[in-house]
């Protein structure tokens, strides 16, 4: 495709529930990236994928949060009974060797 | 641990006129450093990437320089227009590290 893109571009869900978000990396790019960016916060690493190399799941706050990416390509992240302290945009990117990371629009949740 | 800053924090500007954004970093062990865009409610949109062997990098109406010693980035901005009025985001890649390490942003407004 033409850029990055993510999937729903929105999501409100009650405290509690589960929620999916997906990322479609750009054709091509090896390695893809997971970040959230809280109000009035920086963009905040979540984990890291390149090839077939165990990702990088450092960044991940807690046990709530997972992420998978199937055939390298394209990557879910999951979070598992959300809290209010959730809410926040979620942003992938995805890089081709050493060039720049490119991100995709977000998606925003809002969890009530 | 690697802390990005940037000052100032919001900027507003009058059409035409020259000005710069700072960023600063506590580790210099980078492996380079981007400048990015965000405009509200979009992704990131890279402007400009600094290998940490370059000391600036030129495109269009925007300059940035990098000095590791000192842990300093600036953007220059030329001639701003309307159309410049975004977020500008500063980010470091560290030696041996995938990750980037955001700055929380420069909000800048350019008034016609």
């Known amino acids: 495709g033409a850029g990055v893109s993510q999937s729903p571009s929105n999501k409100v869900t009650e405290k509690g529930k589960d929620v999916e978000l997906r990322c479609d990396p750009i054709?091509?790019?090896?390695?893809l990236y997971w970040y959230r960016q809280s109000l009035g916060q920086g963009l905040e690493f979540l984990i890291y994928f390149q090839g077939n190399s165990a990702p990088d799941k450092s960044g991940l706050p807690s046990d709530r949060f997972s992420a998978e990416r199937t055939g390298g390509s394209v990557s879910t992240l999951t979070i598992q009974r959300t809290q209010q302290e959730d809410s926040a945009v979620y942003l992938c990117?995805?890089?081709?060797?050493?060039?720049?990371?490119?991100f995709g629009p977000g998606t925003r949740l809002l969890v009530l | 641990k690697q802390e990005v800053t940037q000052i100032p924090a919001a900027l507003s500007v009058p059409e035409g006129e020259n000005l710069v954004l700072n960023c600063s970093f506590t580790?210099?062990?980078?492996?380079?450093l981007q400048w990015f865009r965000q405009d509200p409610g979009k992704g990131l949109t890279s402007l400009l990437l600094?290998?940490?062997?370059?000391r600036e990098q030129t495109s269009g109406r925007l300059n940035a320089s990098l000095d590791k010693s000192s842990g300093r980035s600036t953007l220059y901005i030329a001639a701003s227009q309307p159309g410049d009025s975004a977020t500008y985001l500063c980010?470091?890649?560290?030696?041996?590290?995938?990750?980037?390490?955001f700055g929380k942003g420069t909000k800048l407004t350019v008034n016609p």
């Open positions: 054709s091509g790019h090896t390695a």
């Open positions: 600094i290998q940490s062997s370059q």
């Open positions: 580790d210099s062990a980078i492996y380079n």
């Open positions: 980010a470091v890649y560290l030696g041996g590290s995938e990750k980037l390490v």
């Open positions: 990117a995805s890089r081709l060797d050493q060039e720049t990371q490119y």
